[in-house]
């Protein structure tokens, strides 16, 4: 029961870090440097985004779950 909550708790983050990812492309690609905008701090926080990715990209590799086919 405590694995499926943890699973389920780690998945919901990797969501959350995943849309963090996109709407820092959002901001660094549409966001004009003219007006600020509440967008525009997300191109701030780039790294981190990028760093919360990569530590899920280690969780689920790290994980010994077996595939089921």
Do not use: E
């Amino acid at each position: 029961m405590f694995g499926k909550i943890l699973r389920g708790s780690i998945i919901v983050g990797n969501v959350m870090a995943i849309v963090w990812l996109l709407l820092c492309l959002v901001a660094s690609y549409y966001d004009t440097s003219a007006k600020a905008s509440y967008i525009s701090l997300f191109s701030f926080t780039c790294i981190f985004a990028v760093l919360a990715n990569l530590f899920f990209v280690f969780v689920w590799f790290l994980t010994n779950r077996k595939w089921r086919s």
